[in-house]
């Protein structure tokens, strides 16, 4: 039986720290329902509930984020720089290093209850992976993962290699938070303020600028939440 995903678009211009505090009460409802199964365990005639899963996904203003594990030098603007660009700047409790989040971009955040699929870390990044590389696809660019680096890429192993989608997650009692950022028709000067997830050599890409066109936002959502579908094998409500 398939897994029953609640998708929500919640639009452009979804300011980060709101976006981030409402995954935390959906990630706080799960837990909760978690706490009260574990009660149940002990009553004569338990009665569970059952977790929810979700499928956000946004654009954010211009904004970089730290996650726990990044180091700060990797942001290279000044407070007053990041003013004369109209971005911001936040410290996330993500795994993973510095980004960049902006118009353009897709930005995906699945909440799920990982003990409705298979509670393994490694295999649900690479299940995100998957799901991007697929979409990519589509559009005929070959996304391939880079050992040791998260995320999907495009020419690995070549002195132009560059990342198109970078991923950071979270995750608490199995269940996950933030999640992934496709660059589809990004404004990628942006990243010329950060040392992109602290990786010095290689650059970053777009949609946009690999196939030289505006692509529509809504097709790629629309095919982003297909192969979701497919590789996590879930319905969307």
């Known amino acids: 039986m398939k897994q029953i995903v609640e998708f929500q678009d919640l639009g452009i211009n979804k300011d980060y720290q709101d976006a981030w505090d409402f ?7 799960n837990i909760a329902i978690k706490q009260y199964n574990r009660a149940q365990e002990k009553e004569e005639n338990p ?3 059952s977790t929810k899963n979700h499928l956000l996904f946004v ?3 211009n904004i970089y984020t730290l996650g726990k594990s990044g180091h700060l030098e990797n942001m290279l603007a000044s407070s007053d720089q990041l003013k004369d660009i109209n971005a911001t700047f936040v410290k996330t409790n993500r795994g993973g290093d510095i980004t960049y989040h902006g118009p353009g971009q897709l930005v995906g955040y699945p909440i799920l209850d990982l003990d ?11 299940n995100l992976e998957e799901v991007i590389i ?3 696809g589509d559009y005929g660019l070959k996304g391939e993962r880079s050992k040791g680096e998260t995320g999907v890429w495009l020419d690995v192993g070549k002195p132009y290699a560059r990342k198109i989608c970078a991923m950071g997650v979270k995750a608490s009692r199995w269940i996950t938070m933030h999640g992934f ?3 589809v028709n990004t404004d990628l000067r942006y990243f010329e303020y950060i040392v992109p997830c602290g990786i010095q050599d290689k650059a970053v890409a777009s949609l946009k600028r690999e ?3 505006d692509l529509d936002m809504n097709e790629v959502k629309q095919k982003t939440k297909q192969h979701f579908a497919e590789v996590f094998d879930v319905e969307f409500v």
């Open 59 to 61: 654009e954010h203003p």
């Open 211 to 213: 196939l030289g066109i």
């Open 116 to 126: 409705n699929f298979k509670p393994d870390i490694h295999l649900y990044m690479r």
């Open 134 to 136: 697929k979409t990519i």
């Open 23 to 29: 995954q935390e009460s959906l990630l706080a409802e």
């Open 181 to 183: 950022a496709l660059n």
């Open 47 to 49: 009665e569970f509930k």
